[in-house]
């Protein structure tokens, strides 16, 4: 997937309906929560089980939303996600050892800034 | 970025710390959803103004961390996000044609299902 | 409990702190938002089953700071906030009636607008 | 407002259609966060002007929704909402006093843990 081409098939696409006046980060974050309470929205009388089978067409709109929202936030504010992945997961990698986090949710469950 | 490349490593980063029973997709947009709530603190007291200027290393991590909790998600679902994106754009360009769209906030802000 | 005392407490509150200037209801939303992403850090690793025997005091702080967001944003916009929920009670009453939704998970499911 | 006369009646609304079997304090958060995103939704391309300024239906319904969940959910988990509100409110008063936090975003901003 090349992120750069999706990102700005998105900027062409709001260009193109005047749109850029609506998205500033602020209001996009905002965005990226409706998507987000609608995703909560079909996983919340679910059991866990229940949310493992779960494939439909739904759940596959909202994720894209979300995904694109995200895409479209960081283009905003000129952040390259690809690097924010890399460094993040580094972050997590020295945060987490193996040894320490394993099978460890109380450790887990600790607040992840 | 090779999506399915970065799924595998935080498949692998899940398994090798045993987590893979925490990550349920409910609990994993719970998850994602936690984060998307540190987003929004990030923007909450900003104007539209003041979050186009916003660069700094705390939004970059949370924006990281969403997008690797969507990541996550969808390939637990079993879910082609580079598949589901591409239709996605295309079910808006049919939704929101330019003529009708154009800089239009009224139509915009209606539920997008 | 008095809720239009503790409505003009947290007026009072904020207006010593010279805070109205961040209160618009859109910001209130996120902050909201903010309160309710650390409302599900605390149970997104947790079972159904953990989840119903937490009570400590950073979940009882996090339902306080929900709560208080909610009446500010119902003061700020003149919202009645018992008339209300009277009213979406009745509305609940008539939407899901007793024999029809018992224990129906699906019914319940869609979206409640 | 009797809190707890409500908390009742939402017990039996609930009792009635045999829905306490979908009602962990975890589906509970998530409900409630699906229902703060139909808010954020409301909002989410509003200036914060124009946020001021509405007063419909829909917001109405949906600050009740919010109100209602919060209220099911501290009472599943036995938590006096009218103690843990008075409690958070002296916590705030001690932690963000009035000459410091004066008109101060920067401080404001910080995290609320």
Excluded at 77 to 105: H, T
């Amino acid at each position: 997937m090349d992120i750069k081409e999706i990102q700005n098939k998105l900027a062409k696409f709001s260009a193109e309906r005047d749109w850029d006046q609506f998205h500033s980060p602020k209001n996009l974050a905002m965005a990226l929560t409706s998507e987000v309470g609608e995703l909560n929205e079909l996983f919340q009388w679910l059991t866990e089980e229940q949310s493992k089978n779960v494939d439909n067409d739904e759940i596959r709109q909202e994720i894209a939303d979300i995904f694109i929202y995200i895409l479209r936030l960081a283009d905003k504010l000129n952040i390259n996600i690809e690097d924010a992945v890399r460094e993040k997961m580094e972050i997590n990698a020295k945060k987490y050892p193996i040894d320490l986090a394993k099978g460890n949710a109380t450790k887990y469950n600790k607040r992840d800034e």
